[in-house]
Structure formats: C-alpha cells, structure tokens
C-alpha cells in the first residue's frame, strides 16, 4: 500500500510505501534528507509530523524522547505510512545521482594510529565506480545480516581506496576483528555511501569542524575535500580526545593550515595526566567551542564523535550561541541495536 508523503518547507512530494520506512522511500524517491544511523539511535532524521499516521519501529528514547512524541516528532528511519502524510523536515534538497550500492574491498593496510585506533585502508573494486561525498560513511556488511557504520576517513577526489579510523569497541565483533585476526588482502562487503554529513558547499558561512575521538576520521574527509577543491572559507577545527594519544593525526591536523591559509587548528584534552605534559586547551571540546566563539550566528558546524557530545553541542550551540538549528550538521556515533549487550 503506497501513500503521499509531502515535505515542508521545501515542497517535495513523494509517495511511500507502508512496509519500507520513510527514510527508505525518501532515498529511494531521490531525496537528501538528514540522517544518521538509520537505527532509530541519533535523532538526526527527526521530523514534525503535521498531518496523517505513522507506525514506529523499535528506537531509542534518546533519539526520540517521550516529550518529541507528546510535540508530535516522528524518526524517519523507523516510520512507516499508514495514511498520506505532511512532514516539516529541514534541509531536504534533491539527492544528485550518486547511486548507494553494496560492494567488496580488499584490505590494503592496517595502521595502529593510536593504542585503540586502527586506520584501516581498503582497496575499491577496479572494475565498479563508487563515488561518495566526502564525510558520509559506509556499513560493512558482516556475519548474520549484521552491519557496522565507518565514516570515510578520505577526499572522494581520485579516490581508489577508502580510509577508515577504527576505535577498538571491548567484545566488539567487527572492531575486535580489525585489531585481531584481520590480514592485507582480506576481502569485506560494504554498502555505501550513506548519511548526510557532507559540506554544504552553497555558502560562505565560516565554519566550525567538531570532532571527539574518531570522529576525527570524516571531518578529515571533508578538510582534504576542501584542499582539492580550493574552498577558502574560514574553518577551525575543534578536536577533543582524552589524552594526547586520543588526538592520533595531530600533526596532520596542523599542517592543514599551510594548504588552507583560513583553517585553524585548536586541540582540546578532557582528561589529560603528567605523561602528556600538555600546555594546551583542556576540558570538554563543545565548551572551547563556546568559550572563543560566543556568538556562532552566520557559521555552520559540522559535528562528529560520540553522541553525548553531539546532542550537548547542538543543544548549547543552537540555544545559547544563536546557531541556527539548519546550520548545525552531525553523525553521531551510536551503534547498531543489533550489539546491544
Ligand atoms: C554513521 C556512523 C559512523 C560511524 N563512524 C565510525 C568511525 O569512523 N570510527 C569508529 O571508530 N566508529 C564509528 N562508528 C561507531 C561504530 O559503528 C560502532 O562503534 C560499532 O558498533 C562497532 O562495532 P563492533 O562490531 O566492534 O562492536 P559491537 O559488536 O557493535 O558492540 C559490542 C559492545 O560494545 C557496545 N558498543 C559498540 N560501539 C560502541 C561505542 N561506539 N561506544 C560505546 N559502546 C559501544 C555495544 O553496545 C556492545 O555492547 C560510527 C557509527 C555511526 C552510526
Ligand atoms: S535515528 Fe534515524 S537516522 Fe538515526
């Protein structure tokens, strides 16, 4: 059974089918809209559900709380139709053609960048094009139907490899994989690219990059993105991380300052000891943010790391420093409800 489904403010009507969920019919119908996990775990596909009826799939009450439901929010990843619908969503544009596909890759390197971060390179298939937009992800598709998100760690320009910055997860099935038995010429599946975290190169906004841990690893897609293409708008990269060690491509982060004359470099510890004899900024990463930026009106922010640190940043920054709530872009780093212990 198929419904029409309208999205304000942009416009676009599509018609959506009752046994896939709306975020599936909005990719399928050639719509960008946001989203993260496609899990019911980030929030980021909330949308306001105007008109019409929606059944829920399983998700977490921090990504849809009991008050977004009372407000009449709804998760487009885990909604489906059972009527025609009418959605505010913001920042919905139409999705180019760059197709989402499943694929094998070859492990080509593995790298220890820090004690529990594995760069972890894979070789694309010769044969296939895969394009992608710089900071989206892919999901490796492992044993039993599982899948594991991994954000693109490089430029899509010229690209026949693909980076990822794995963090060791404790019991993990794909990370301890990585850091265990894993070997070079491995094959994997993939499928990709996913997500909407991408630079939205329509404007001149300056731009704040925020990263905790790996999520370092898209953010790092998009500056070299940035490089390639010659984009000269102003960015500074916040990069928190627990220790020195945390902070794994520090000196790679620095020099990106000499190839974007605009570009700024503030690393921030939160727990650092005497072994790292650190002189530099300390505490949470969103809070230095704030405290050299009180006024983030007219920037966008690109936000990646650990979910704490996402939903504390977009709340703070959008309600104490005037960043606009359609200028503030994420993927939070959940994992699939399929791990949940
Ligand atoms: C869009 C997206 C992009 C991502 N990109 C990256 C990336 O670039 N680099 C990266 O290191 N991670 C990234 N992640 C997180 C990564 O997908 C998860 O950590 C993944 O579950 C690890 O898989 P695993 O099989 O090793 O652990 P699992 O088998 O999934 O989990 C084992 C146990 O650990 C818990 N667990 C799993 N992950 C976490 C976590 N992150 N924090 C706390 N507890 C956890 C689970 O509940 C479970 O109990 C991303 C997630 C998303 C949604
Ligand atoms: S909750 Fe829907 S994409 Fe994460």
Not at 290 to 299: E, I, K, R, T, V
């Amino acid at each position: 059974m198929s419904y029409q489904v309208t999205f304000q403010p942009s416009g676009h009507v599509i018609s959506a089918e009752a046994d896939e969920s709306l975020l599936e019919s909005a990719i399928q119908a050639g719509l960008m809209v946001p989203y993260g996990c496609r899990d019911g775990a980030c929030g980021a596909c909330k949308a306001t559900l105007n008109s019409g009826e929606v059944l829920l799939d399983q998700f977490s009450p921090t990504a849809l709380t009991p008050q977004d439901v009372a407000a009449g929010m709804t998760l487009l990843c885990r909604a489906h139709p059972t009527s025609d619908l009418v959605l505010t969503v913001r920042n919905v544009q139409r999705a180019g053609d760059i197709p989402i596909k499943k694929l094998p890759c070859r492990v080509q390197r593995l790298e220890r960048l820090a004690p529990d971060v594995m760069r972890l390179e894979v070789k694309l298939p010769a044969t296939e094009q895969f394009r992608f937009l710089a900071g989206q992800y892919v999901d490796f598709l492992i044993a039993g139907g599982k899948r594991r998100s991994f954000s693109i760690a490089n430029a899509p320009e010229g690209a026949t490899t693909l980076e990822f910055h794995v963090r060791l997860i404790e019991g993990g099935e794909f990370t301890g994989h990585v850091f265990g038995g894993m070997k070079e010429k491995e094959i994997l599946r993939f499928e990709g690219p996913l997500g909407s975290f991408f630079l939205r190169e329509d404007s001149d906004a300056p731009i704040v990059l925020l990263a905790g841990g790996t999520g370092f690893a898209p953010i790092k897609g998009l500056v070299e993105h940035a490089i390639e293409a010659g984009i000269s708008r102003p960015m500074t990269l916040y990069w928190g991380a627990r220790n020195r060690a945390g902070l794994y491509l520090a000196d790679l982060a620095d020099s990106w300052s000499h190839a974007l004359p605009r570009f700024k470099f503030v690393p921030v510890l939160s727990d650092s000891t005497e072994e790292d004899a650190w002189s530099g900024r300390t505490g949470l990463v969103h809070q230095a943010v704030m405290a050299d930026l009180p006024d983030l009106s007219g920037y966008q922010v690109y936000a990646c790391g650990a979910p704490p640190m996402i939903d504390a940043a977009r709340q703070e920054f959008t309600t104490r420093c005037g960043l606009a709530e359609d200028a503030f872009f994420a993927d939070a780093f959940t994992y699939s409800t399929d791990s949940a212990a």
